[in-house]
């Protein structure tokens, strides 16, 4: 076909356009990511930065490769939501090459194999999150406590560069695990969670992130700062974020009121690991979720059953990255199943009876 | 008056205060008319006029033609010039045929209709014949014939007349100014149209954005027992006469159908105004309101402007076009269309006329869909644009039929809203076009292949009577001679036969 978009209105258009909405969401994440950067130290600042020049390199190398503008490519801005979203997924001491490696698969792989922008199935970020995850697990699961800038033992400049670029921490010293992964560890000794949770942070303390954890997850004031700030902004509906945390709480709180000692409860499930920046950040990624809104509750509900599913009874302690895969393959079946209902027709799509006719 | 929910829907920006404060005023009567004799949907008009005819004002110049059609007037008076096939101020730019009329500079006015003194005395049919005497067409832009829209209080049971004052397009006030201006007729010709349709109340329906209008209406409904005044949300596309329709009433128009199927005809404001003009003055449709607006115009203005001006007449009337207009159409900004030239000619239908700059009309190059949604979340139909779209890129027709493609009204916001600045709707009147097209074929194919088959089987039936003739006369001819040959050897058998 030949279409000459040249003739048919609207003759005006709305202000808004890709690069608008991408840097929107990248402005939503900062609040967060510098506060995280800050409670993490260099290592961080330096993981965060590969990581998002190794994205855009691949972006621009993949563009180039299939002849496209890779100028116009890179300002889009979606492939630094894309390595900005990975830095945060990673440990933040974690050495220079994981995240290259998580780089190239996710940008090169997850979505330029694909067809590149819009085209791709499942979320780049997480792909590459997953990939190094499986492929690299000490590398993965070895969290360090916060040791924030400027505080006595935040690593100098050297040992930055050293625990990023060099040999890497010393993994005994001081890696220590993450909430989740604590409590998985103490369950498989055969430690209730009720008792593990004693040597946890508190509720409290969980809400300002002060714990181990990725480097982007643990700030949920500022992480739902900025999800709200999406939703006023009309970036992101309330649909995914609610429909998912809502799930992953109710799940949390129903079993664990049923069997205390084997299930954490919900307001642990909502406030470790990467539940909020999932919720708002990563599951309402437009490309891989549904278009509708009641498809999108269903996937929101899916990603919450599975991340407490995963985090429940698999081998991970964090789930989400694989929960919000998982659902991005269902995706294109829950749009086909949950169409809005056609303005003068029944959900079946059959005209609506006329008055008077029975 | 309660309210109902519409779906859907965006909020672009109104811009309509380039011109709303400004009071109608009369274009002076150009020096020649270009009257097309298609200003309506339907056939078109067929001329009762020669060239070199001298015509007043007022004066039939064509007539309509079968069901759906409506007659042309003289805007003035003067002389027929020519008639000439000429560019329709319709993006095709193909020719139409046109009369010319040249001014002679008195606008004299023909003797009029005989005014109808008491429409409410009068019956249903003299109203409407009297309408489409008027050649009056729906104003709001759709161009249908009104006095068959009149006509459907016969077949339906008709509760309301909903007036459409919505004016919901960016830019265009001409509604509004004459609402504000004229409310007066635009209220008595509503009266006189629900009349004709049997529906016992009229509700004048405005957006909230024309208070102005929405006060001298109201003081003019006070008046009348059956007429209310209401103002809706300002949320675009609240003018599409099925929306109107359910946020006044909650009625829902089922697909495929009118909403005189729910109880309820919707007729432009400016149509009412001319209904009004046409039964109690005996005038016909010979001028219209036009909003000239838009960013690369001087002096943007509402002007009552004989139908036939052109385009660029109304223009210069304006102060001229800057060189920063990068688009010039006919209508609003959403669901107007691009003009082939300023050459071509006002018609019944022409609401606007719209320069707009590169900053005002905003666009870019379409980037990739990245799928945000956005055109499923603002789509007043229920739609699903996104998954319509892609259907359509890949030429599956069929599935973007299935989904609902024919159940898009070309409203705009999913384009409007649209991040990536992909031409949706563009793709979806692609789509309906040619699927009608399509339907078309196929319905011919069918046809023929009816006819094929008739053929085959008639000459069948023929061949078969044939046979069948020449095996009865086969058979008789053997009777015969069979006969023959018994009665040749009838003697002896007989005698066998009676020995036997």
């Keep these: 076909m030949s279409i000459v978009i040249d003739k048919s209105g609207p003759f005006t258009h709305g202000p808004n356009n890709v690069s608008r909405t991408m840097f929107t969401v990248l402005a939503a994440l900062v609040p967060a990511t510098l506060y995280n950067l800050w409670l993490f130290g260099l290592p961080a600042i330096f993981l965060f930065i590969v990581t998002m020049l190794a994205c855009l390199a691949c972006e621009a190398l993949c563009v180039r490769i299939s002849g ?55 979320n780049p970020a997480m792909v590459g999150r997953v990939v190094v995850l499986v492929s690299f697990p000490l590398q993965m699961t070895s969290f360090v406590a916060p040791k924030p800038l400027f505080t006595p033992g935040s690593p100098s400049f050297s040992e930055a560069l050293t625990i990023t670029f060099g040999r890497g921490f010393t993994l005994d010293g001081i890696s220590t695990a993450s ?143 694989f929960a919000v895969l998982l659902m991005n393959a269902l995706t294109p079946i829950l749009d086909q199943h949950f169409r809005p209902r056609v303005f003068g027709r029944t959900r079946k799509g059959e005209p609506l009876p006329v008055r008077g006719d029975k | 008056m309660k309210l109902f929910p519409i779906l859907g829907g965006i909020h672009p920006e109104y811009r309509k205060e380039l011109t709303s404060e400004k009071a109608i005023v009369a274009l002076p009567v150009p020096k020649t008319l270009y009257l097309p ?78 005014p109808i003194n008491d429409p409410f005395a009068a019956s249903a049919n003299e109203i409407k014949a009297r309408v489409a005497e008027a050649g009056i067409v729906g104003m709001g832009g759709a161009t249908f014939p009104s006095a068959v829209k009149l006509g459907l209080g016969g077949q339906h049971k008709l509760e309301i007349l909903l007036l459409n004052g919505a ?9 509004d100014r004459v609402m504000r201006e004229y ?3 635009v209220v008595d010709g509503a009266r006189i149209m629900a009349h004709a349709l049997g529906a016992p109340k009229v509700i004048i329906a405005v957006e909230d954005n024309k208070p102005h209008a929405i006060a001298s209406l109201k003081d003019e409904a006070a008046k009348q027992p059956n007429v209310e005044v209401v103002g809706v949300p300002v949320q675009y596309p609240m003018g599409a006469e099925r929306h109107l329709t359910q946020a ?3 009625r829902e128009t089922p697909a495929r159908k009118l909403t005189a199927d729910v109880g309820v005809v919707v007729h432009n404001v400016a149509t009412a105004r001319a209904v009004h003009q046409a039964v109690r ?83 870019h190059a379409p980037s990739p869909c990245i799928r945000c949604g956005s055109c499923v979340t603002y789509c007043p139909c229920g739609l699903v644009p996104v998954e319509m779209a892609s259907y359509i890129r890949n030429d599956k027709l069929d599935l973007a039929a299935k989904i609902g493609v024919q159940d898009c009204v070309s409203c705009g916001s999913c384009s409007y809203i649209c991040p990536s600045h992909i031409p949706l709707v563009h793709y979806f009147n692609y789509a309906k076009g ?67």
Aim: glycine fraction near 10%.
């Design chain 2, 248 to 250: 006044v009433t909650g």
């Design chain 2, 167 to 175: 004016e919901c397009e960016p830019y265009l006030t001409c509604d």
């Design chain 1, 179 to 321: 909430p989740l992964g604590h409590i998985k560890t103490e369950l498989s000794k055969g430690v209730p969670v009720v008792q593990s949770l004693d040597s946890l942070p508190t509720i409290g303390e969980m809400m300002i992130g002060f714990h181990p954890g990725s480097m982007g997850e643990t700030a949920v004031p500022l992480i739902l700062l900025g999800g709200l700030f999406l939703m006023w902004r009309k970036i992101i509906s309330w649909h995914i974020p609610v429909s998912m945390l809502g799930t992953l709480f109710l799940m949390g709180a129903v079993f664990n009121a049923l069997d205390p000692a084997r299930h954490a409860g919900g307001m642990v499930h909502l406030l470790s690991g990467a539940s909020f920046l999932g919720a708002f950040f990563i599951a309402t990624d437009y490309v891989t979720s549904p278009v509708s809104k009641s498809a999108q509750i269903a996937f929101g509900i899916g990603i919450g059953l599975l991340t407490w599913i995963i985090r429940t009874y698999a081998g991970y302690p964090e789930g989400v990255a």
């Design chain 2, 434 to 500: 040619k699927i009608a097209a399509l339907d078309r074929e196929r319905r011919k194919n069918e046809q023929t292949k009816a006819l094929v088959e008739a053929h085959n089987a008639r000459l069948e039936r023929q061949a078969q009577a044939k046979r069948e003739a020449a095996a009865k006369a086969k058979a008789a001819k053997e009777a015969a001679e069979a006969a023959a040959a018994a009665a040749a050897q009838a003697q002896p058998t007989t005698e066998g036969g009676a020995q036997a």
């Design chain 2, 37 to 114: 004799l298609q200003q309506h949907m339907g056939a078109p008009a067929n001329t009762t006029v020669n060239v070199g005819d001298t015509v007043k004002k007022g004066q039939l110049l064509a007539k309509a033609q079968g069901a759906i059609s409506a007659a042309v007037h003289a805007p003035t008076s003067g002389r027929i010039a020519a008639i000439t096939e000429m560019t329709a101020p319709h993006p095709s730019g193909l020719p139409t045929l046109t009369i010319m009329l040249d001014s002679d500079g008195k606008d004299e006015w023909a003797e009029p209709m005989a």
């Design chain 2, 183 to 185: 409310a007066a007729e």
């Design chain 2, 281 to 363: 003055l005996g005038r016909p449709l010979v001028s219209r309101v036009v909003t000239v607006s838009g960013g690369a115009v001087s002096e943007p203005k509402n002007i009552e402007v004989p139908l036939g001006t052109k385009v660029s007449e109304l223009l210069d009337f304006c102060g001229g076009v800057s060189k920063a207009a990068k688009r010039v159409i006919s209508g609003g900004p959403m669901m107007g269309q691009p003009l082939p030239s300023l050459d071509v000619a006002v018609v019944k239908g022409t609401s606007g006329i719209l320069a707009l700059t590169q900053a005002e009309t905003n666009e």
């Design chain 1, 68 to 122: 496209g503008n890779a100028d116009r490519a890179l300002g889009d801005g979606s492939v630094a939501i894309t390595g900005w979203l990975l830095a945060l997924s990673l440990p933040p001491w974690a050495p220079w090459w994981v995240a290259v490696v998580a780089s190239v698969f996710a940008v090169c792989l997850a979505k330029h194999a694909f067809g590149g922008l819009g085209q791709n199935v499942f």
